[in-house]
């Protein structure tokens, strides 16, 4: 994967996480800038940073019983996990 692919994959997902409760997606709106402007060798630092972001997300709803959400929540992170894995950002 180019270096161009994965950024434009990794923003698309933050970009589609932003769906999300209004409190995270400020926090990934964020993100998703850092993610389009940072050079490549910040990107596995900030596909941290997201998965850490949806991780308090899928906390949040849980806790506050919305199931659907964390439904939702913990789909988008199992498939941002598994893409920077793949993509070489996490080990």
Do not use: N
């Amino acid at each position: 994967m180019t270096q161009q692919y994965i950024r434009g994959e990794l923003s698309l997902r933050l970009g589609g996480l932003c769906e999300g409760r209004c409190c995270f997606k400020v926090l990934l709106l964020a993100l998703r800038h850092q993610v389009e402007t940072a050079p490549p060798g910040a990107l596995p630092e900030l596909a941290v940073k997201a998965l850490d972001v949806v991780d308090a997300a899928c906390w949040s709803s849980l806790t506050s019983g919305d199931l659907a959400t964390f439904d939702w929540e913990c789909r988008e992170m199992a498939s941002l996990h598994e893409f920077a894995v793949c993509a070489g950002l996490l080990p």
